[in-house]
């Protein structure tokens, strides 16, 4: 269940798991990837940043070789953009030092790092004093991968239905019924959820409910045309290893434009993107212990996301920090999208992707960035375990 890049992603790992089987997806919304798959910059990420070992870190690499060639087999649109991690001064050299020794130990390919001479070849009007270079990043339309993913889920006697909101998921001793808000049942032998920002909820339908989804809410800006040309590829800062986001970056897109941003609130309701909000959403997050416990600990860094979402000179001088060119005049409102974050009961961000199960049915509990890169790889690790006795 779940029509985002990993739900399809799954799908066609099963089917070509196990060729002849039944599958079908169910999906709330009128298309496809139409929450975080199509609300992300777009980036395929190389595998810099995760823990070596997690789950991230085995499966981006793969995902994103993946993903590439199934973008060339079907002629969605990617770029192999690259990109430059800043180290602004001497502060930061630790941080970039420690991200350095992560990204080689998880096999980053082609990773160099540079001084000021080779940074300006890369990002010509970039300013900082020394960077990591990631060759292998890039950008490709996660959009069209999921249309893509339709098509081939299709021919190999898959089904993608849409419009089946999931209201009940039902186990029994000869399989499963899943039913829907309008009103139909579907029979599986086995049942996978990948729900993204509904993750907690669907698996909450067979277990206990544990760690709780929190939706934060990150708002771009985006570079007017004429602007544009002060970036190449992918310009980021040197992470706060204290918090899961990688802090406010620029990105050039497939199509040319460039977003910068984003920013990281704690978005009003899952689907909030009009920013009304959405009581039910709300009443989950204001009721869990786990996310007080996680406002205690990063009150700082909340209150200055929300100075810079009200107070727009703010913002920009936090991106002209990294690009001195740039001006106010240059940039104009992009758009917005909201990250599933799980939260624990003691109020850790949960970093890696989690997996849960009941008797006949698996459950995606946890698959923030870099999910979109590491679909496919997620996919087949998913049938695996669905298809295991």
């Known amino acids: 269940m779940g029509g985002g890049i990993v739900g399809l992603a799954t799908a066609h790992q099963l089917l ?14 009128a298309d496809v990837g139409q929450h975080q798959s199509s609300h992300s910059s777009g ?6 940043y995760y823990a070596p070992g997690s789950l991230k870190a085995r499966l981006c690499h793969a995902g994103r070789e993946e993903i590439e060639r199934f973008a060339d087999d079907h002629g969605v649109a990617r770029a192999r953009t690259g990109k430059l991690v800043v180290a602004l001064d001497r ?27 080779e940074m300006a070849e ?3 009007h970039a300013a900082g004093h020394r960077g990591l270079h990631s060759p292998a990043t890039g950008v490709v339309d996660f959009l069209g991968v999921c249309r893509a993913l339709v098509g081939e889920i299709e021919v190999a006697g898959g089904a993608v239905l849409t419009g089946r909101r999931v209201t ?43 760690s709780r989804v929190v939706p934060f809410r990150g708002t771009y800006l985006r570079l007017r045309p004429e602007a ?9 800062p ?20 460039v977003w910068a941003g984003p920013n990281a609130l704690l978005a009003l309701g899952r689907e909030a993107y009009d920013r009304r909000p959405v009581a039910a959403d709300l009443g989950d997050v204001v009721t869990y212990g786990g996310f007080w416990r996680l406002a205690a600990r990063h009150v700082g860094t909340g209150a200055r996301e929300l100075v810079e979402e009200r107070v727009r000179r703010r913002a920009v001088r936090r991106l002209q920090a990294y690009l001195p060119a740039l001006r106010p005049e240059d940039l104009e409102p992009g758009p917005s999208g909201i990250r599933a974050q799980l939260v624990d009961r003691r109020g850790a961000l949960v970093d890696d992707f989690v997996t849960t199960r009941s008797a006949r049915v698996v459950h995606l509990l946890n698959a923030p960035s870099p999910a979109a890169t590491a679909s496919l790889a997620i996919g087949r690790l998913l049938a695996t375990e669905v298809l295991s006795p």
């Open 91 to 117: 502060s930061e050299d630790a941080a970039l030092d420690a991200l350095a020794a992560r990204a080689r130990a998880n096999g980053v390919p082609g990773l160099r790092e540079v001084g000021p001479a």
């Open 168 to 210: 009940a998921i039902v186990e029994e001793a000869g399989g499963v019924t899943v039913r829907t808000g309008g009103g139909d049942e579907h029979r599986a032998d086995r049942v996978v959820t990948c729900a993204g920002l509904q993750a907690d909820r669907l698996a909450a339908l067979t277990l206990p409910r544990g």
């Open 238 to 257: 040197v992470p706060d290893p204290r918090f899961p986001f990688l802090g406010v970056h620029f990105t050039r897109r497939v199509d040319g434009e």
């Open 228 to 236: 544009s040309d002060l970036v190449r590829g992918n310009l980021y």
């Open 16 to 29: 070509r798991a196990a060729p002849g089987s039944r599958v079908t997806v169910l999906e709330k919304e």
């Open 122 to 124: 890369i990002e010509p």
């Open 43 to 48: 980036v395929l990420h190389a595998g810099i």
